[in-house]
């Protein structure tokens, strides 16, 4: 059974930076593209960003620029480096897999991580 556990959020100011991680484990890693998405307070789940098997990126527009997302397929780890952070970055932040790991009917995510941008 895959399990997702993301960590690294915290408070931080404006212009501020972080690095979020994420491990999977129990998932055949390597093959898969993966992804961060967010969501925060009162809005819908949203994607940030993916990388996939060939280390290529793609971004929200948002956070082109600002955010990069990298692998290490030999630790099972995708990490969310952000830079640059402002206040409508705050969010609960998420990976999984593409396609999203499902438990059931239902797509699965890990707890996430809660990223709060203020001064």
């Known amino acids: 059974q895959v399990q997702l556990v993301e960590s690294g959020g915290g408070l931080v100011q404006p212009g501020g930076s972080l690095t979020l991680s994420c491990v999977a484990s129990g998932s055949a890693f390597s093959i898969y593209p993966w992804t961060w998405n967010r969501q925060a307070p009162g809005k819908q789940r949203e994607s940030v960003g993916v990388?996939?098997?060939?280390?290529?990126?793609e971004y929200r527009n948002t956070v082109k620029g600002r955010f990069t997302i990298s692998r290490d397929s030999a630790k099972n780890i995708v990490y969310l480096q952000m830079n640059s952070l402002q206040p409508e970055d705050t969010a609960v932040y998420y990976c999984n897999r593409l396609p999203f790991l499902r438990n059931g009917t239902e797509i699965y995510w890990g707890q996430g991580t809660q990223v709060t941008v203020s001064s």
């Open positions: 990388i996939r098997n060939d280390g290529t990126t």
